[in-house]
């Protein structure tokens, strides 16, 4: 029997020659000393240049990617895999591509480097795309921040006006990382020339429509506090505008009429639905004021009663939303005992001390991440005199 | 000797290097917050915004390991730092080696620093391309194990690997620095160490850091490219060695 002699060595030059893929063998500075037809047909290597670096037919950024990267991964796993550039091409364009590399005998000074290159254009703009899509859904996400924060400022006093005779303190906690705009808020406002209102409340709910219903609460409560001075009048207004309101949010609420008298000042207080203030007196003593009345948008008619407290000199008045006291870490809540302990330690502190400490307590006891907002408003008397 | 690596990879930069050394010196090395095994939560924008913030760090690492008389070696942006810091607290250098530096690697009228503003952008282009590879699955391996490093290692290029939000922003402090103006200031004996074919460090910029610091020498490797430390290590003892 007679074989005749198969073609091998002439087969595996073309397939050199002709791999659907580029084939390079390089110095460590990039001097090609190798390269297949398909390579050098893709950047116009004619052979009748001198040399060609392979740094030269890469873009500046793949250039530096190559030295502070790509260069010191080989030397050190012997390999690279799937490493993008942008190859200048013969006409110009640019030809995205992957590659693969590996260095042969890394601690020779003359080492070579195997290069395979594949064209990814399309996988490439792909990859671009996603990229892009990623980087708009973070802006969106950033607008969105910032639009709740804005928002959310606009349900709040930008600055707490100055009471004679009163130290005044509020401290806000949005929940969660402050992407969204939620329902608490607290504000204070001149009804007389020695009078006024302070309102604490909190819409259900969360996003935008909650924000709404929170200023239409807010405002109701000014204009209603300016035709009445019957607090249990003042809410059941915003009860009717609730309910009218297509919305089925129900919101719950606490006010505080403050005016002078002559050892300080009396608040009256009433509550719908909403944690009853604390009255923390200068000797530390912690005690509940009023009592609960029903919340606000849920009935036709909500019946709350009002309370009268005296404050004298040294004593806070502290109003405060359920995130407060409802603050969870796993089944444990901040709760009534932890608030009126941390009331009778903060004392002695400011009415915005007072204020911080309670609001950073709630966060801190969800680990700096509060799955609801945490308001806390808070009046102290000053010095009479 | 107190070895900084620059801006791409880590420590390892130096693997061939440190051993000569070893025996007559004191070595310390470590990975620039941001980089390597470092914690990345100590990463903070504001601070790593010039390269004044790890400065800082080349002398609270001086401080806390109480070292004096220090030989620093610094590649590629970090020969800067360490002329920062010896800029700030010129009695804890002994010497300074930079091996590839460059203070302004953008050009700048008659300043040759071998970039355009355009090209950075391209670079910071390639690192994006580049951080595909970075996925969310990866990223809590590399990052919540900082004392586990073997962890990155079984991941596939994870040398070199960053976060890619604080590479972007690394490479934006370094190829945007400007720090010739700090060069004068420097009385403590340098070597400025520059390579052959460096695209990063052309040799027009070596020579110019050789022009513009007070006291130093300039020695011309054969090695090409930008990281005679891994190229040519045997050369770089040499040349460190001979300055020394």
């Given at each position: 029997?007679?074989?005749?002699?198969?073609?091998?060595?002439?087969?595996?030059?073309?397939?050199?020659?002709?791999?659907?893929?580029?084939l390079?063998?390089?110095?460590?500075?990039?001097?090609?000393?190798?390269?297949?037809?398909?390579?050098?047909?893709?950047?116009?290597?004619?052979?009748?240049?001198?040399?060609?670096?392979?740094?030269?037919?890469?873009?500046?950024?793949?250039?530096?990617?190559?030295?502070?990267?790509?260069?010191?991964?080989?030397?050190?796993?012997?390999?690279?895999?799937?490493?993008?550039?942008?190859?200048?091409?013969?006409?110009?364009?640019?030809?995205?591509?992957?590659?693969?590399?590996?260095?042969?005998?890394?601690?020779q000074?003359?080492?070579?480097?195997?290069?395979?290159?594949?064209?990814?254009?399309?996988?490439?703009?792909?990859?671009?795309?996603?990229?892009?899509?990623?980087?708009?859904?973070?802006?969106?996400?950033?607008?969105?921040?910032?639009?709740?924060?804005?928002?959310?400022?606009?349900?709040?006093?930008?600055?707490?006006?100055?009471?004679?005779?009163?130290?005044?303190?509020?401290?806000?906690?949005?929940?969660?990382?402050?992407?969204?705009?939620?329902?608490d808020?607290?504000?204070?406002?001149?009804l007389?020339?020695?009078?006024?209102?302070?309102?604490?409340?909190?819409?259900?709910?969360?996003?935008?429509e909650?924000?709404?219903?929170?200023?239409?609460?807010?405002?109701?409560?000014?204009?209603?506090?300016?035709?009445?001075?019957?607090l249990?009048?003042?809410?059941?207004?915003?009860?009717?505008?609730?309910?009218?309101?297509?919305?089925?949010?129900?919101?719950?609420?606490?006010?505080?009429?403050?005016?002078?008298?002559?050892?300080?000042?009396?608040?009256?207080?009433?509550?719908?639905?909403?944690?009853?203030?604390?009255?923390?007196?200068?000797?530390?003593?912690?005690?509940?004021?009023?009592?609960?009345?029903?919340?606000?948008?849920?009935?036709?008619?909500?019946?709350?009663?009002?309370?009268?407290?005296?404050?004298?000199?040294?004593?806070a008045?502290?109003?405060?939303?359920?995130?407060?006291?409802?603050?969870?870490?796993?089944?444990?809540?901040?709760?009534?005992?932890?608030?009126?302990?941390?009331?009778?330690?903060?004392?002695?502190?400011?009415?915005?001390?007072?204020?911080?400490?309670?609001?950073?307590?709630?966060?801190?006891?969800?680990?700096?991440?509060?799955?609801?907002?945490?308001?806390?408003?808070?009046?102290?008397?000053?010095?009479?005199? | 000797?107190l070895?900084?690596?620059?801006?791409?990879?880590d420590?390892?930069?130096?693997r061939?290097?440190?051993?000569?050394?070893?025996?007559?010196?004191?070595?310390?090395?470590?990975?620039?917050?941001?980089?390597?095994?470092?914690?990345?939560?100590?990463?903070?924008?504001?601070?790593?915004?010039?390269?004044?913030?790890?400065?800082?760090?080349?002398?609270?690492?001086?401080?806390?390991?109480?070292?004096?008389?220090?030989?620093?070696?610094?590649?590629?942006?970090?020969?800067?730092?360490?002329?920062?810091?010896?800029?700030?607290d010129?009695?804890?250098?002994?010497?300074?080696?930079?091996?590839?530096?460059?203070?302004?690697?953008?050009?700048?009228?008659?300043?040759?620093g071998?970039?355009?503003?355009?090209?950075?952008?391209?670079?910071?282009?390639s690192?994006?391309?580049?951080?595909?590879?970075?996925?969310?699955?990866?990223?809590?391996?590399?990052?919540?194990?900082?004392d586990?490093?073997?962890?990155?290692?079984?991941?596939t290029?994870?040398?070199?690997?960053?976060?890619?939000?604080?590479?972007?922003?690394f490479?934006?402090?370094?190829?945007?620095?400007?720090?010739r103006?700090?060069?004068?200031?420097?009385?403590?004996?340098?070597?400025?160490?520059?390579?052959?074919?460096?695209?990063?460090?052309?040799?027009?910029?070596?020579?110019?850091?050789?022009?513009?610091?007070?006291?130093?020498?300039?020695?011309?490797?054969?090695?090409?490219?930008?990281?005679?430390?891994?190229?040519?290590?045997?050369?770089?003892?040499?040349?460190?060695?001979?300055?020394?």
């Open positions: 029997m007679i074989d005749s002699p198969a073609p091998e060595p002439v087969v595996q030059a073309n397939s050199y020659d002709r791999a659907p893929c580029g390079i063998t390089m110095t460590r500075s990039g001097e090609i000393v190798r390269a297949n037809q398909t390579f050098r047909r893709w950047i116009g290597m004619d052979g009748t240049q001198p040399s060609v670096r392979f740094f030269d037919v890469l873009g500046v950024g793949d250039r530096i990617f190559w030295q502070t990267h790509v260069g010191p991964l080989l030397d050190l796993q012997g390999e690279v895999h799937e490493i993008a550039v942008e190859l200048s091409s013969v006409d110009g364009s640019p030809l995205p591509s992957l590659i693969n590399a590996r260095i042969l005998e890394p601690s000074p003359g080492a070579l480097i195997d290069v395979v290159l594949f064209p990814a254009k399309d996988r490439r703009s792909y990859e671009q795309e996603l990229l892009w899509a990623r980087q708009r859904a973070e802006l969106s996400e950033e607008q969105a921040r910032v639009l709740a924060t804005t928002l959310q400022r606009s349900l709040l006093p930008p600055s707490l006006p100055t009471v004679p005779g009163l130290d005044l303190g509020a401290a806000y906690r949005p929940a969660g990382e402050g992407a969204e705009v939620g329902g808020f607290y504000d204070i406002f001149q007389t020339t020695d009078e006024w209102l302070i309102a604490v409340g909190d819409v259900c709910g969360k996003g935008p909650a924000a709404a219903l929170t200023a239409l609460a807010r405002y109701t409560i000014r204009g209603a506090a300016m035709e009445t001075d019957d249990a009048e003042v809410f059941n207004a915003v009860n009717t505008t609730l309910l009218h309101d297509r919305s089925d949010r129900t919101c719950t609420a606490v006010v505080g009429r403050v005016s002078p008298t002559s050892a300080g000042h009396e608040v009256r207080v009433c509550t719908a639905g909403h944690p009853l203030p604390r009255l923390v007196a200068a000797t530390g003593d912690v005690v509940r004021v009023g009592s609960s009345g029903m919340l606000l948008g849920a009935y036709e008619r909500a019946e709350q009663e009002e309370d009268r407290v005296h404050l004298e000199e040294g004593d008045l502290v109003f405060f939303t359920d995130g407060v006291t409802e603050a969870r870490r796993g089944h444990d809540f901040f709760g009534e005992e932890r608030l009126h302990t941390l009331l009778e330690s903060a004392a002695k502190l400011s009415a915005s001390g007072i204020a911080r400490v309670v609001a950073d307590a709630a966060v801190a006891f969800q680990d700096g991440n509060p799955r609801d907002d945490v308001a806390v408003f808070v009046v102290r008397q000053l010095p009479v005199g | 000797m070895f900084a690596h620059g801006y791409g990879c420590q390892n930069m130096w061939h290097v440190v051993p000569a050394f070893e025996s007559e010196y004191r070595v310390v090395l470590f990975d620039h917050v941001g980089a390597g095994g470092s914690d990345l939560t100590a990463y903070h924008r504001s601070k790593y915004g010039s390269l004044d913030g790890y400065a800082e760090d080349i002398l609270e690492i001086c401080d806390a390991l109480d070292l004096d008389n220090v030989v620093f070696v610094g590649h590629s942006v970090a020969a800067m730092m360490g002329v920062l810091a010896a800029r700030r010129p009695a804890r250098f002994d010497k300074l080696v930079l091996v590839g530096p460059s203070p302004r690697y953008i050009d700048d009228g008659d300043y040759r071998g970039f355009s503003a355009e090209q950075i952008e391209d670079l910071l282009r690192l994006e391309s580049n951080f595909l590879g970075w996925s969310a699955q990866m990223a809590p391996l590399i990052m919540g194990n900082p586990r490093p073997e962890l990155g290692e079984e991941l290029n994870s040398f070199c690997q960053t976060d890619p939000d604080i590479a972007a922003h490479a934006g402090v370094t190829f945007l620095s400007d720090n103006a700090d060069l004068a200031d420097v009385d403590t004996p340098v070597l400025v160490l520059q390579c052959s074919a460096d695209v990063i460090a052309p040799d027009e910029v070596g020579a110019f850091v050789h022009a513009s610091l007070p006291n130093s020498t300039f020695h011309k490797l054969d090695a090409v490219g930008h990281c005679p430390n891994l190229s040519a290590p045997e050369e770089t003892i040499a040349a460190i060695r001979s300055f020394l």
